[in-house]
């Protein structure tokens, strides 16, 4: 018989165990990606902050230890814009977020209000951050390997809709041939 000790009330939320990350880390490797910041990749999540309307866009590559913007835009005019909360930096913790359970799902993912669902709303980004809608899509190469995500997400509940998705879906799915390509993202 094993005991497991209660969960703190409020932290419902379970990462997913992600078996892929010592393959992602690896291709990740070979394309030359997630290791420092790119210039190009902050560009693109500039631009889709400015097409989706969020305070927030990532290129977000995820590996065991944990998560790496490589592209990142957070809104500006400091603790103010970000509703008191601070600044999010390129690194995260994998429990910290949405973008691991897009990785593992291999699917897109849209959380219009993370606090509508018991399973999310519990997320460390909702207190420490703000975080309040979330939009994501995996970046899947033609390796079948998901490198991470393209994600925006808000400090107001989003009505993403199916515009959004498609968006997401697109933007993603565009990306991801630029980068194994090695051309950089318009």
């Known amino acids: 018989m094993s005991y497991d000790p209660p969960r703190p009330a409020?932290?419902?939320l379970?990462?997913?165990?992600?078996?892929?990350?010592?393959?992602?880390?690896?291709r990740l490797r070979r394309l030359g990606l997630g290791e420092w910041p790119e210039p190009a990749l902050d560009t693109f999540a500039e631009r889709l902050a400015e097409l989706t309307g969020a305070a927030y866009a990532m290129v977000n590559f995820l590996r065991?230890?944990?998560?790496?913007?490589?592209?990142?835009?957070?809104?500006?005019?400091?603790?103010?814009?970000?509703?008191?909360k601070p600044e999010v930096g390129r690194r995260l913790p994998r429990e910290y977020g949405y973008c691991p359970h897009v990785v593992v799902r291999r699917r897109a993912l849209v959380l219009e209000d993370v606090g509508d669902y018991p399973r999310f709303a519990g997320n460390p980004v909702v207190d420490e951050y703000g975080i309040r809608s979330y939009l994501g899509a995996p970046l899947i190469d033609t390796t079948g390997t998901v490198l991470g995500t393209v994600c925006v997400a808000d400090l107001a509940p989003r009505r993403w809709g199916t515009p959004g998705l498609q968006t997401i879906k697109a933007?993603?799915?565009d990306?991801?041939?630029?980068?194994?390509?090695g051309t950089p993202p318009a």
């Open 10 to 12: 409020g932290r419902l």
């Open 14 to 26: 379970l990462t997913p165990e992600d078996r892929d990350a010592p393959a992602r880390t690896l």
């Open 64 to 84: 065991a230890e944990g998560q790496f913007f490589a592209g990142l835009h957070t809104p500006a005019g400091g603790e103010p814009a970000r509703g008191g």
């Open 171 to 173: 933007t993603a799915a």
């Open 175 to 181: 990306l991801v041939a630029r980068l194994e390509a």
